[in-house]
């Protein structure tokens, strides 16, 4: 599931590339521009640069996105549940799209008493950190 999880990533960020990428130039060039009509075209090129990197450091860094959080609580019921299958007492289907939906279900688990559903939330607290 982390390799899902990284390939989402990824994907998030090149659609966000697509649109941000854009806009970045432009504000680079304008902060550029201004920066070198009140001074010289050197501390111009300084500032548009400043600005571009920071746009695509900001694009690119390694958020902790609700995503992966979340792909990381799914992982951890995965490790949970998976004596039950080992000892031979149920049959469990992780991470199962929904048809014609975006939405996931994270953990069924059919065992001889029954089909369950099991969904997972990742919860933090300010006292844990």
């Known amino acids: 599931m982390a390799d ?39 501390l111009g090129l300084v500032a548009g640069l400043v600005v571009a990197g920071l746009g695509v450091w900001r694009l690119y860094r390694r958020a902790r996105n609700s995503w992966a959080v979340g792909a990381a609580g799914e992982a951890r019921t995965a490790r949970l549940l998976a004596p039950l299958v080992r000892r031979g007492h149920a049959v469990i289907l992780h991470d199962r799209a929904v048809p014609g939906s975006r939405a996931n279900l994270d953990h069924l688990v059919f065992t001889a008493a029954g089909a369950f559903y099991i969904d997972t939330k990742n919860w933090t607290s300010r006292r844990s950190r």
């Open 4 to 42: 899902v999880a990284r390939a989402a990533e990824r994907a998030a960020q090149h659609r966000r590339a697509k649109v941000v990428l854009p806009l970045l130039t432009a504000a680079a060039a304008v902060a550029g521009w201004a920066v070198a009509a009140v001074g010289s075209w050197q």
